[in-house]
């Protein structure tokens, strides 16, 4: 089991510790429903560090990851991120991931992918490297990765780094030290609501606990993987490992949008191009929302109003922000509707549940003051 450095200063400040991915890694500090909603109505700073991060340098950087990323990665300039995909041949998904270009080496790419991936993903990357002019190099046990979300997020980061982020756009990074710790500052996340990301080149404990007490007590509220969890479903956000894998392709889990299909080549390519010609997709994932009382949970069979089974949950939880249970699950595309009236089995009981297209809560990631 790993454990992210500052495991026994959250542990000692009365945090619920648990497993996640292979690491041991804070649940949350008070509880799920307050630091969620801290996010939604504040910020809130989450320890990601769990999460694999991997550099990519030299001249043939960028030609391997053309090979490998569903994005065209030579027209992502320097400073700048993509969401993206990996790809097996068969169009299943190997990863989603994120990848930077340095602001300031052009030949130098930062991927963060999920903490569950991280030997797939790795594995990828060096076999295809083989006979290219490429270093590939993980980074996440050298560096450390803190979240700061929510609509204050921008005022309360910049206050307590003393630095004025007010001119950093969605999808953008630049250098900077902190406590003397090389940082990379990335504005992103995985919440619905405006935030920033801290890449600090250091495990130690000393200094990364004077970077998490500064923000801290700048008014960011210390959070875990619960509420993470619970604002990123309310997003409409795929987990990897839950809602998307290697058995599912872009065109079934709806994330198309993060592949470029003018790219001549990537891997899979040609079996996602197929998926797409195909009439109809077999299933599509959806968000929906439970009408009646009830909390739905992985697994739980969708069914239609004549109780023909259509679908699955693949994750599923409480909203806070709505007071419902609210879930995304996978249903034959016919029934894949903005506001379809489905069924949901609970524990022998059947839900009332309405199908959306859309994020659950609306994204606020782009507005600031």
């Known amino acids: 089991m790993r454990k992210v450095p500052l495991l026994s200063y959250y542990s000692e400040a009365g945090a619920e510790i648990g497993e996640f991915a292979g690491w041991s890694t804070p649940l949350w500090f008070t509880s799920n429903r307050e630091e969620h909603l801290a996010v939604r109505s504040s910020v809130g ?5 769990h999460m694999t991060r991997i550099a990519v340098k030299g001249r043939d950087s960028e030609k391997l990851l053309q090979d490998v ?5 030579e027209k992502l300039k320097p400073g700048k991120m993509k969401y993206c ?3 097996n041949e068969s169009g299943g998904i190997i990863d989603d991931l994120t990848v930077f270009r340095h602001p300031t080496d052009g030949e130098l790419f930062i991927l963060v992918c999920n903490a569950i991936t991280h030997d797939k993903v790795l594995a990828v990357l060096n076999q295809r490297a083989q006979n290219l002019d490429v270093e590939i190099m993980d980074l996440t046990s050298e560096t450390s990765l803190y979240a700061v979300q929510g609509p204050k997020s921008l005022e309360i980061l910049s206050k307590s780094l003393g630095l004025d982020l007010s001119g950093l756009k969605w999808f953008s990074g630049v250098e900077y030290k902190i406590e003397d710790v090389y940082t990379l500052i990335t504005r992103s996340g995985y919440t619905g609501e405006n935030g920033y990301e801290l890449m600090l080149w250091s495990w130690e404990i000393e200094k990364l606990k004077k970077i998490w007490s500064r923000i801290v007590k700048s008014g960011s509220t210390p959070c875990g993987l619960a509420a993470r969890d619970s604002l990123r479903l309310e997003a409409g956000y795929p987990l990897y490992g839950q809602d998307i894998d290697e058995k599912v392709n872009p065109v079934d889990a709806r994330l198309i949008f993060a592949v470029d299909l003018s790219k ?10 197929k998926a797409i010609a195909s009439e109809k997709p077999r299933r599509l994932l959806v968000g929906f929302k439970i009408i009646e009382r009830g909390i739905p949970r992985r697994g739980y069979r969708i069914l239609s109003r004549d109780n023909r089974i259509v679908g699955e949950t693949t994750s599923g939880g409480f909203s806070f922000t709505l007071g419902i249970g609210i879930g995304l699950g996978y249903v034959s ?3 894949a509707n903005e506001g379809e009236k489905l069924k949901l089995e609970v524990k022998d009981k059947y839900k009332e549940i309405e199908i959306t297209l859309k994020p659950i809560i609306a994204h606020r990631m782009k507005q600031v003051p």
């Open 85 to 87: 995909l990996m790809c």
């Open 264 to 273: 001549e080549f990537f891997v899979g390519k040609e079996a996602v191009e």
């Open 333 to 335: 595309s016919e029934y």
């Open 69 to 73: 990323l569903t994005i065209d990665v």
């Open 45 to 49: 700073i989450f320890d990601v560090t």
